[in-house]
């Protein structure tokens, strides 16, 4: 299944963020201004903030040297968003558009119900560098801007289907866990242990290196070709199910001990079976197309100024 539009509304704005350094100096009480609004330097330390909580409290640490680049990364980030955020505010005051419309509050009930519950719903904003209320401002922009593209046709839906099928089908997977070792006898005294008739789970959650494998009992859960690297690939979709491995299975992480629980076979994509979806999901990207191109020119022809020290790196 292709993302709803709850997908692409972050993915929208995921496409207008900059990746670029941003200084911590305070240059001023604000930091930049969007045709003449300014965003204050103490709402931007504030919004600064709470993201790296978020980012902290999911593992980021940002006081090693790759932290304080992505954490100059984010600074940039954020300043952007918030720019993006004044100017969809304009355009709400601008179009006089209504934010409590039962679209919008319909969307915003989406995503909500998407990410699970409230909590995630609120650090995932913080983490965005938004507000509830700059979300409600995007989506009734979002609305007014792609209300007149129509429904497409069944053939539209078959082309895109064409051109999109590999989203549809469900690729080849395998269901696996693994012990994870530093030498080659480690792991053949462990093969040699199931012989025995070692319980996996028990071993893994002993033996395993991995980070995590006590709690997670060796547990890869499900994943498709290219997502492991290739030696473990390799020996995890050739191996039956059920069954362990015979030899150690070599990486650049060490050596590998590996259960396969499960192999799935992929399943190719049927249209008429997944119609309905494709015509959705052709709808969406017509008016994502739509949006960004309004969403350029908005940015184009906005008058942004920055505080000294709050300049996009060149």
Known sequence: MKKSRVGIIFGVLALILVATGCSSLVGGKWAAKVNGDPILVKDYDARVADAQKIYESQGMKFDTDQGKQA??????????????GKLIAQE??????????????EQEDSIKKNMGDEQKFQDTLKQQGMT?????NFLAVYEKETADIKPVTDADAKAYF????????QPESVTARHILVKTEDEAKAIIEQLKAGADFVKLAKEKSI?????????????????KMVPEFETAAFAQKVGTYSTTPVKTEFGYHVILVEAHTPATAADFTKVKAQVAQDALNAAKDTKFQTYFDALRKNAKIEYSKGYQPAS
């Open 210 to 226: 991995e980070p995590g494998a006590k709690d997670s009992g060796g547990s890869l859960g499900t994943f498709t070709k290219g």
């Open 71 to 84: 954490l100059s990364q984010v600074k940039s980030q954020l300043l952007d968003r918030m720019i993006e």
């Open 92 to 105: 709400i005051k601008n179009l006089k558009l209504n934010t409590e419309d039962a679209k919008v509050k």
């Open 132 to 136: 509830e209320p700059e979300l409600k």
């Open 162 to 169: 064409d051109k999109n099928v590999a989203q549809y089908g």
